[in-house]
């Protein structure tokens, strides 16, 4: 790839010869996708319909908080309960906004379109690469791939619902949670961050056979809220 083809991008030069940036959108766009598969299936086990379901992976597109609603409506959890559950996971799409914004300083509809497809993996593709193109690059690569594979792999799970039988007996409710781990996992080399996950799981697990299905992810949300205030004001 030449120094121009460099400074102004070209998807038929970025076909021919993916630069590094796009070449890791994909690949995590694929792996991300094909996820969509579980929840597809798990939402229709749980109660939802295919249009509802296809809903929340168009308008919600978070996958965390899709899990979270659904794991609550399928616990038998209200409305309410599994709003509120999946509206914490996805506050810290919020905060990947602000970061994109300064990243990228996208104006008019781009800036809409890019808050909606802001999410763990496009804000991690972008943010891994160092120069200004490649972060673009980066970001609309797998969010814009991973938008499509995953509401694609959506309906395809949800159509293949009913034939698949219970999604538990094929592992497809444990394919979320290796998921977030697999995309987790990288993130807790500092001590801190392996310290508040094992906080928050062992919380999550106590307060299970206590609470109705939904509040015990809130209240791990609350711990992940009230550890990052006390430590952001001690640095």
């Known amino acids: 790839m030449t120094p121009a083809d ?9 076909l021919r010869q993916p630069s590094p940036a796009v070449r890791m959108g994909l690949s995590i766009a694929v ?3 094909l996820y969509g598969i579980s929840f597809g299936a798990l939402s229709v086990t749980a109660g939802l319909n295919l249009w509802q379901t296809q809903l929340l992976s168009a308008l919600m597109f978070t996958g965390g908080s899709q899990f979270a609603f659904v ?3 399928a616990s038998g959890g209200a409305g309410v309960a599994a709003l509120g559950a999946a509206s914490l996971l996805g506050v810290r799409n919020a905060v990947y906004g602000m970061q994109m914004q300064r990243l990228l300083q996208l104006r008019g509809w781009r800036r809409w379109l890019a808050a909606h497809l802001t999410i763990d993996e496009s804000a991690a593709t972008a943010l891994a690469q160092s120069s200004a193109i490649e ?3 980066g970001f609309w690569t797998a969010g814009l791939g991973v938008f499509v594979l995953w509401n694609a792999c959506t309906l395809l799970g949800a159509l293949l619902g009913d034939a698949l039988g219970q999604p538990q007996q094929w592992g497809l409710d444990g394919a979320a949670v290796a998921a977030f781990l697999g995309l987790l996992w990288p993130r807790l080399a500092q001590r801190d961050g392996l310290a508040l996950a094992l906080a928050a799981g062992l919380l999550t697990a106590l307060a299970i056979p206590w609470l109705p299905p939904g509040l015990p992810i809130v209240l791990a949300a609350v711990l992940g809220l009230a550890w ?8």
Do not use: E, F, I
């Not at 990052?228 to 640095?235: A, I, K, P, S, V």
């Open 135 to 137: 972060q673009q690059r």
């Open 228 to 235: 990052g205030w006390l430590c952001g004001g001690q640095r």
């Open 6 to 14: 460099d400074a102004k991008p070209s998807w038929w030069v970025l």
């Open 31 to 33: 792996a991300t996708g």
């Open 71 to 73: 794991g609550v409506v």
